[in-house]
């Protein structure tokens, strides 16, 4: 059984860098049937996808267009584990954030199936 | 304002059947698959209808999805009052190269 376990600091303040990371057990961030994702849910924006990364053969990257060049998605093998980097955040980037795993067969991917347990992340001085 | 439309709230009475929609283009519904999400509160989203009309392991058949066009619907028969949630609908959007979301329906058991 996947599991998702998220850390990383709750408070962030105007103009700085979020930075979130997610620790995989039961599977390999390395798989060729998984990509690694980052999601965020607030009242303003909903639920939006910010990106993911995934490997074959070599690592890919896959950013959403709402926060592109803001962003950056970063696998750990040493630790299995995957991170998120949001640079000069704003007050809108304060939401929940999420760490999911999207199951992958035959070149395709599916939407997430194993959700972390959701980081509470304020932008705020 | 979501690439996907969903109706915000949605009700009805124990037993009862309910639907909820979710409108997407050509670009995401319209030639990818759909998928549903139950969200309760304080927790994180749950897989409940993966391509259209596949349920995960452990999801009741209660919950049933479907697609037509660039539509797709989530279907409750036997409302149960643990089936009060939001609820999201999802598709990757070929134009947008990502994962889009509904905005939610909320749905109240009277």
């Known amino acids: 059984q996947v599991q998702l376990q998220q850390s990383g600091p709750g408070l962030v303040k105007p103009s700085q860098t979020l930075s979130l990371t997610c620790a995989i057990s039961g599977d390999s961030v390395s798989s060729n049937s998984a990509a690694w994702d980052w999601i965020r849910q607030s009242p303003l924006r909903g639920l939006e996808w910010l990106g993911r990364?995934?490997?074959?053969?070599?690592?890919?990257?896959d950013y959403g267009v709402f926060v592109k060049g803001r962003i950056t998605i970063n696998p750990d093998t040493s630790k299995n584990q995957f991170s998120l980097q949001l640079n000069s955040v704003t007050p809108e980037d304060t939401a929940v954030y999420y760490c999911?795993?999207?199951?992958?067969?035959?070149?395709?991917?599916?939407?997430?199936?194993?959700w972390g347990q959701g980081t509470l992340v304020t932008v705020s001085s | 304002q979501s690439v996907l439309t969903q109706p915000p709230s949605a009700s009805g009475t124990p037993g009862q059947r309910v639907t909820i929609s979710c409108s997407g283009s050509?670009?995401?519904?319209?030639?990818?698959?759909a998928y549903w999400y139950q969200q309760l509160p304080g927790a994180a989203p749950k897989l409940l209808i993966s391509?259209?009309?596949q349920r995960p392991s452990g999801v009741p058949d209660r919950f049933s999805g479907s697609k037509s066009g660039t539509s797709a619907s989530l279907a409750i028969s036997g409302l149960r009052s643990e089936d009060e949630a939001d609820y999201y609908c999802a598709a990757w959007d070929d134009s947008l190269s990502g994962w889009m979301f509904g905005g939610g329906t909320k749905l109240t058991v009277l």
């Open positions: 391509r259209n009309n």
């Open positions: 050509s670009s995401n519904i319209g030639i990818n698959y």
């Open positions: 999911a795993r999207e199951p992958c067969s035959g070149g395709s991917c599916y939407s997430s199936d194993t």
């Open positions: 990364t995934y490997y074959r053969s070599k690592w890919y990257n």
